[in-house]
């Protein structure tokens, strides 16, 4: 990746947009109508853990799995059900996993796959390790208190 930054956030460069944290994917979700989020967990961790509550501002999370739970190969249909989900080509796609690796290797897929603005949510959903190597107490969605909800 480049040094450049890009308009929304962090670091760019030709692979994908660049990095943001949750706050400013919830920012651009509020501001830009086209945006989406795009949470690219597996079902267990959408139905376990939960997921981004974006009803406030009349959004719903496309919900498209990277992996599939257990699988250590990228999702083979990725592109194909993230354009089944109404994901834009021309829109501003955020993508988020647990922690931002996940998320960040499906913004490199879509953003070779065409899509114009693809930005990785780093710290993902639930955060990274702390010193205790636990999620959910540094950083991520939840505990920076953004809206979520348990399916």
């Known amino acids: 990746m480049s040094d450049q930054t890009s308009a929304v956030g962090g670091a760019s460069g030709p692979d994908y947009a660049g990095d943001v ?10 501001r830009d109508a ?7 967990r597996t079902v267990p961790e959408w139905e376990y853990v939960g997921i981004p509550d974006l009803g406030s501002i009349g959004k719903r999370p496309a919900l498209v799995q990277w ?5 250590r190969a990228p999702n ?16 501003t796609v955020l993508f988020l996993c647990r922690s931002g690796a996940r998320s960040k ?9 065409g899509y114009a603005t693809c ?23 939840k505990v920076l208190g953004l809206p979520w909800e348990q399916r």
Do not use: M, Q
């Open 21 to 30: 944290d949750c706050k400013e994917a919830w920012a651009v979700l509020e």
């Open 119 to 141: 930005y990785n949510v780093a710290g993902g959903f639930e955060g990274h390790l702390d010193n205790a190597k636990h999620r959910g107490s540094v950083d991520g969605w």
């Open 76 to 91: 083979p249909n990725f592109l194909a059900e993230l354009d089944a989900a109404g994901v834009s080509k021309d829109a």
């Open 105 to 113: 290797s499906a913004a490199i897929a879509a953003t070779a796959a």
């Open 67 to 71: 992996r599939a739970y257990r699988e």
């Open 34 to 40: 086209a945006a989406t989020l795009v949470d690219v």
